[in-house]
């Protein structure tokens, strides 16, 4: 049984409805991301998860148990926000004790608790300071320690480190996953950032207005994007479309394009990443060959970005940069075979 | 442009609004202090010395600070939550502050008149009361301390508010929603973290309410009586009544040293509070 349900939850507020009968489904223990750009209902669905706010309709259960309208503080959810909302009147100490001596733990333990979890966040010998006084990475950390503090059983991440610079970002990111391994949280993290939710998560859910497009491990979605949107989003440039005539899938001119991984249906969108075009001079032999003309060539220090026009439509090509060929240049491009991904199938 | 053009340009521009302030106010000020120290040609403390040990204006001194410190509570204690559902609550803010900062656009004299039809013995308030049983006969809620206090009160109100609207506002909404992800309920959440992060507008309100009330005129003129004087009201009294200026003098003096000295007491306490500066 999976540890967090949402079902046929409908949010929003007058004209604005943002997630419209919205399912999710999070097993004990994993490393599950909400991948998506702003305006795609991602925070929505993780402060309803929280209980800053109320679905519409619909119901969220956790562990088993009914949690719809189970208000926030009792909810016992780590939270990690994107400013990291630390209390600014607070030392370092009582920023990470706050939750403790809210469950009125003693004195004690809660001195144990906060100074194991400084040095497991590698802030030891920061209680005494000021939230001002201190650099984002460390605000971070903070933030971090005191959500985790609270053993809590689920915690969860907005955007977590889209204030911090990109060298911060890659070790932090690791940080993190290290922790949920360590401590054996389950964790849904929010972010817009494609590498980093694939880097550490066990589960992506990419979602697109208001709706999840595929929920898959980074891999799958990477390598088998399910939807146009998707393909966008991982890489795949070129589109092209294909129909079945007599058993065999067919470009739009006429060529049949071998494709490894077949499936049945009348028609697709065959999509293929840049790198997996290969670009050879005009005339040659190749399966899946389509002829075309070069018109823009640009130089990307190890490789060269070429588009090319062909007959069934523009193409984005990336080679190595010892493979030159002037504009205007006759070419051939050759698509292999189990590199073309099949999407948007359609029965005509 | 040249800078010594600019310069000149500015004096200039300043120049008119300035005079205007010297020859109106500070000249006319310092002339009226100055005479309080020389009554007849030869400096001497005479005026402050009579005025401290004179039991009467003991009475009245002490009047004016009770009665400014209580409303300067009351203020606190009915703003607080008024400020904190404005700020945290309210779908219409510009409706509710509009509401709230009502009564500074009538005029100190209109305000009180309608107090003074409200309480007086035919008034709604003594209707009320005795209509309820609560008391046999109507009350004398009028011109004495308790309508003075209550006109402090609705004066200065929407100041206290608007002071502790700005720092409130000023807190971010996520520190209240950390501390209830944490386990804290609305309660403790104001306790603990909106509390202490308004107290510097609390402190700027509290300021301007004591020293509105340490200085207001009419509100205890028409709501006051003979018998319940404050500081400004005595002023009023030596000077138009028994035409004595330098008596009078010497009390404004003593109101405008005092209110200075807790506005800046209060206000230096307010900066070193503030946490919220980064």
Sequence with gaps: MALLELSHITAGYDKNIILRDFNLSVNRGDFVSLLGSSGCGKTTTLRLIAGFSEPNEGTISFDGKDITHVPLHKRNFGFVFQSYALFPHMTVFDNVAFGLKMRKLPKTEIRTRVMDMLRLVDLEGFEGRYPREMSGGQRQRVALARAMVIRPDLMLFDEPLSNLDAKLRVKMRVEIRRLQQELGFTAIYVTHDQEECFAISDQVAIMNGGVIEQMDTPAHIFNAPKTEFIAH??????????????????????????????????????????????ILPAGSNALNGVSGEVLVSTFLGRTVQYNVRTAIGEFVVKADQSQVYPLGASVLLELSANKIILINPSNQ | ???????????????????????????????????????????????????????????????????????????????????????????????????????????????????????????????????????????????????????????????????????????????????????????VSFLRIVFPLSVSGLVTGSVLVFTGCMTAYTTPQLLGAT??????????????????????????????????????????????INPLAA
Aim: positive net charge.
């Design chain 2, 1 to 187: 442009m040249t800078s010594h053009m600019r310069k000149s340009f500015w004096l200039l521009l300043v120049l008119p609004g300035s005079l205007f302030i010297t020859v109106f106010m500070l000249i006319p000020l310092f002339s009226v202090v100055i005479s309080t120290f020389f009554p007849e040609s030869s400096f001497t403390l005479a005026n402050y010395s009579g005025l401290i040990r004179n039991v009467y204006f003991q009475q009245v001194f002490g009047r004016s600070v009770r009665l400014s410190l209580l409303s300067t509570l009351l203020c606190a204690l009915l703003g607080f939550p008024c400020a904190y559902y404005i700020s945290r609550y309210s779908k219409h803010k510009g409706i509710m502050m509009a509401f709230a900062v009502f009564p500074l656009f009538t005029s100190p004299v209109i305000r009180s008149f309608s107090w003074m039809v409200i309480l007086g013995k035919k008034g709604i308030v003594n209707q009320f009361l005795v209509a309820s049983g609560l008391f046999a006969r109507p009350q004398s809620l009028l011109y004495n301390e308790f309508s003075m206090t209550v006109g402090f009160v609705q004066l200065f109100l929407p100041q206290m508010i608007l002071s502790l609207l700005g720092v409130m506002d000023s807190i971010p909404e996520d520190l209240t929603e950390a501390a209830g992800s944490l386990g804290a309920t609305r309660f």
């Design chain 1, 233 to 278: 989003f991982v890489g795949f440039e070129n589109f092209f479309k294909l129909s079945r005539v007599s058993g065999q899938l067919t470009a739009e001119n006429g060529s049949p394009m071998h494709v490894a991984l077949d499936r049945p249906g009348d028609a697709f969108t065959g999509c293929i990443r840049p790198e997996d075009v290969q």
């Design chain 2, 227 to 272: 018998d319940t004087q404050v500081l400004s009201t005595m002023v009023y009294q030596y000077a138009m009544s028994l035409r004595d200026w330098a008596q009078a003098s010497a009390i404004a003096v003593v109101m405008i040293v005092v209110t200075m000295l807790v506005s800046s007491v209060f206000n230096r306490l307010s900066r070193k």
